[in-house]
């Protein structure tokens, strides 16, 4: 990404020792200078992320990344804003509210009708979702059963955002705040994530939509690769990444709680110095 000036990197106390050796173009924020100390600290992502924004000498177009996305190819920023400065967001191919956990499906839940009291949400953006185009019985079994509770619940049906990194607009952010000041003054006082929490970073996306400043749309050039997932299915996802030519943009390692003996640690260590070593494309 050449045309990035800085990266910030946002902790919880003091800087490591080697921070100072990436450079000064490597700068580290504790969440202290930009957390209200009122509400500091919290110990959840979708509170952190709110006042990421807040960091000094940030720039008004942004990417915000978590710990575990990666870039596979080379970016322009055409690639993340279009011409009219908007951002432009990646969707993933399934609906909201169908979480496993109760604490997530209640976070997705919660989204929803905050952002149903304030904008007409928009229908959900593909006509079969492609999680209904999988082969495999039992995996297709699984989803219909998700796909009927989503409907039930008379919830919108709307897209999460592709969990990889996204562009962001600074200055939107304190109308965003205004907007939902309820949703978030009720984030902000659980120090954990609870059932009373939202997702953060959708809601942003959409309220960016819903206000011309973001441009929604689905891609099959992202990825996430879960560590529960087969091998079969790492095995694939290195080959796209690594082959020459690959369309694939972005990706995320996403960690899960599983036996230490699965491989992940040598699989993702691999994978990484295979894409530092391969040519930008």
């Known amino acids: 990404m050449p045309f990035i000036r800085n990266t910030y990197i946002v902790g919880n106390g003091d800087a490591p020792d080697w921070i100072l050796e990436l450079g000064p173009r490597v700068i580290y924020v504790k969440q202290s200078d930009i957390i209200p100390a009122r509400y500091y600290p919290f110990f959840h992502s979708d509170a952190i992320e709110s006042f990421i924004y807040k960091i000094p000498g940030l720039s008004n177009r942004y990417i915000y990344s978590n710990d575990d996305f990666f870039f596979a190819r080379l970016h322009q920023p055409s690639d993340l804003f279009d011409n009219q400065g908007r951002a432009l967001v990646s969707l993933a191919h399934w609906p909201m509210a169908i979480g496993n956990q109760s604490i997530y499906r209640a976070s997705e839940e919660n989204t929803l009708r905050a952002l149903g009291k304030q904008m007409q949400l928009p229908a959900f953006f593909s006509t079969l979702p492609s ?98 997932h087969s091998k079969n299915k790492r095995d694939r996802l290195r080959q796209d990444i690594l082959t020459p030519g690959s369309h694939i943009r972005r990706f995320c390692l996403n960690d899960t709680p599983v036996p230490a003996e699965d491989g992940w640690q040598d699989y993702v260590n691999r994978l990484v110095l295979d894409l530092i070593a391969k040519p930008p494309e």
């Open 131 to 228: 999680i209904f185009r999988d082969k495999n019985l039992r995996s297709h079994r699984r989803s219909l059963i998700e796909w009927l509770s989503l409907v039930n619940r008379n919830l919108p049906r709307v897209n999460v955002i592709g969990h990889v990194s996204q562009p962001y607009l600074k200055s939107e952010w304190d109308a965003f705040h205004d907007t939902f000041r309820d949703e978030l003054e009720t984030l902000f006082t659980n120090r954990f994530r609870s059932d009373q929490s939202i997702s953060v970073n959708m809601m942003y996306m959409y309220f960016l939509n819903s206000i011309g400043k973001a441009r929604l749309h689905f891609t099959d050039s992202d990825r996430l690769l879960n560590r529960y």
